[in-house]
């Protein structure tokens, strides 16, 4: 079980999370959408402590973190227990797509060199680069960088997988590979905390979408009733909006 | 006074290459130890260490504001008269603790204004996989930096050779001090410091030839 409580941000004296409360079921997929600068992704910087939440806890299994109290420790830990998609890939430029997927399986899972090796073969092959393993990022396309940025996150085999708007620095013929690579990630039931733009998307694989703006949740609710029948007027004027 | 003696040359080639591997040695002693020493002030100027980051800044300052030879003099001949314990070290010690002190200086500029252009998503990616700050700092933020301050450390490099004949002032006999020496008793003054000037600069070219195969490889990973 994942438990946000009261996670609050501010960037100055402007607020951009006020009190988040959120719990998340093992292999829930739950997408967050809503207008920019409403604290979407500051929502999923916070709970790996890209950002550093003000207030509230963070709880994943055994884990609890107060954010006002965190130690150093505790926010490693938050973080090998999560892993993060970024929007611009945000993938090691000294690296080879296989060691963007190895790095962290030698230097913060310890894994000996065969199993990390091995580890990076198949999800190689998952996500359909096993010719091109050995290109620098430099060398990849969007779309293959991408998949590389979820392949790496893949590898850790986290409790809860974010991703903060994966397709939105993509060229358009590049979207449709990273949300088929999503798809079968959700399909496999992978506990994952999405923020995308991508409605037709979030309406196939979300087992819960969240409606945010203002640094709340406005609404909530499963997919088929938020985008058919959304009752907060703030919901139904952002989605007319965005169709 | 006459034409170039062109034999005297030749026949002081010997004498200057038995000096070469003591001019070298001082140069890459002092740049290994110079280097090690700038990463740890650069990182101390990165991260901001209260206090430390203010006497590094003075440290810099004072280091880059004086001539390198107002420095080994105040080291070597000074400093003993003030604190005897340094007296006990060698000409060829203050120059190597010179050249380190003053080229650091420079070289940790050059590093922290590396380290502070890898992009700030490298750091992200690494702490969202859960390395630690020193992780991420060794694997992915230092070797992507290293690229970006290789040629001009390497131009620093260039420059401590060729400062290393500042330890003939310190009594030191390297190729320069050779030279002198060679230069006195012959008063072939021409021919002496033509010859080691011939042999700097085959040196300088010779780096500047790895330098290039250097940059090569260092951005292997980041051509198209």
Redesign the interface.
Same mark, same amino acid.
């Given at each position: 079980m994942i438990e946000l409580q009261g996670l609050t941000k501010r960037f100055g004296a402007n607020t951009v999370l006020n009190g988040i409360d959120l719990a998340i079921a093992p292999g829930e997929r739950i997408v967050v959408i809503g207008p920019s600068g409403t604290g979407k992704s500051t929502l999923l910087r916070c709970i790996?402590?890209?950002d550093r939440p003000d207030a509230g806890t963070i709880r994943i299994g055994d884990l609890t973190v107060d954010a006002a109290r965190a130690t150093k420790a505790q926010i &490693?830990a938050l *973080? *090998?227990r999560?892993?993060?998609v970024?929007q =611009?890939y945000? &993938?090691?430029? =000294? *690296?080879?797509a296989r060691g963007n997927i190895t790095?962290?399986l030698f230097?913060?899972r310890r894994l000996p060199r065969a199993e990390a090796e091995g580890r990076a073969d198949a999800i190689l092959r998952d996500i359909g680069l096993a010719d091109r393993g050995d290109a620098?990022p430099?060398?990849l396309s969007g779309g293959q960088q991408q998949r590389v940025g979820i392949g *790496?996150?893949l590898a &850790?085999s986290a409790d809860l997988m974010l991703f903060d708007e994966p397709t939105s620095a993509l060229d358009p013929e590049w979207v449709g590979e990273v949300l088929d690579l999503m798809r079968r990630i959700a399909e496999a039931r992978q506990t994952m905390l999405i923020v995308t733009h991508e409605m037709q998307f979030a309406r196939e694989i979300a087992d819960r979408v969240l409606f945010m703006e203002g640094g709340r949740i406005v609404e909530e609710g499963p997919p088929a009733q938020l985008f058919e029948s959304p009752r907060d007027p703030r919901t139904r004027e952002f989605l007319r909006r965005v169709r | 006074m006459g034409p170039l003696d062109l034999d005297y040359m030749l026949g002081l080639v010997p004498v200057l290459l038995r000096y070469l591997p003591l001019t070298l040695g001082m140069a890459a002693g002092a740049m290994v130890l110079a280097l090690a020493l700038a990463v740890v002030l650069a990182m101390i100027r990165v991260s901001r260490v209260p206090v430390l980051d203010r006497l590094v800044q003075g440290f810099v300052s004072f280091f880059r504001g004086t001539p390198l030879l107002v420095q080994l003099f105040l080291f070597y001949y000074g400093l003993p008269q003030i604190v005897p314990a340094f007296a006990a070290i060698s000409g060829i010690q203050a120059a190597i603790a010179g050249l380190t002190l003053h080229f650091a200086a420079y070289m940790a500029e050059s590093i922290r204004a590396a380290i502070l252009g890898v992009d700030r998503s490298q750091w992200e990616a690494s702490q969202a996989v859960g390395m630690t700050q020193t992780q991420a700092l060794r694997r992915i933020v230092l070797p992507q930096a290293a690229r970006v301050a290789a040629p001009t450390l390497l131009n620093y490099f260039i420059d401590m050779i060729k400062s290393t004949s500042l330890a003939f002032t310190l009594g030191v006999t390297e190729m320069m001090g050779a030279a002198q020496r060679e230069a006195a008793g012959s008063f072939r003054y021409f021919e002496a410091f033509l010859l080691v000037a011939v042999f700097y600069w085959v040196v300088v070219e010779a780096l500047s030839f790895a330098q290039r195969r250097l940059e090569t490889v260092l951005s292997r990973a980041y051509a198209r």
């Open positions: 790996n402590f890209l &490693l *973080r *090998r999560t892993a993060f970024f =611009n945000a &993938l090691f430029a =000294n *690296r080879t790095e962290a230097t913060v620098y430099a060398a *790496r996150a &850790l | -």
